[in-house]
């Protein structure tokens, strides 16, 4: 991934939705990896690996 830093004003809006939907779905994978290994790295004390979540729902029946 090719890192690119574009400064712009800040009083310029921005629009993060037209930016993430032109990048590949690998592009996008690439990001949050990048974000996540930055966030283990800056905690410190944190597994690096995904936590499975599984909830489950009683339906009534009928």
């Given at each position: 991934m090719d890192?690119?830093?574009k400064i712009i004003k800040?009083?310029?809006s921005s629009n993060d939705?037209?930016?993430w939907s032109?990048?590949?779905d690998q592009e996008r994978l690439d990001?949050?990896?990048m974000l996540r290994d930055q966030?283990?790295?800056f905690l410190g004390n944190v597994q690096p690996r995904?936590?499975?979540v599984c909830k489950i729902i009683n339906r009534k029946r009928g």
């Open positions: 890192k690119v830093v800040q009083k310029t939705f037209l930016y032109q990048k590949t990001a949050i990896e966030y283990i790295k995904l936590i499975r």
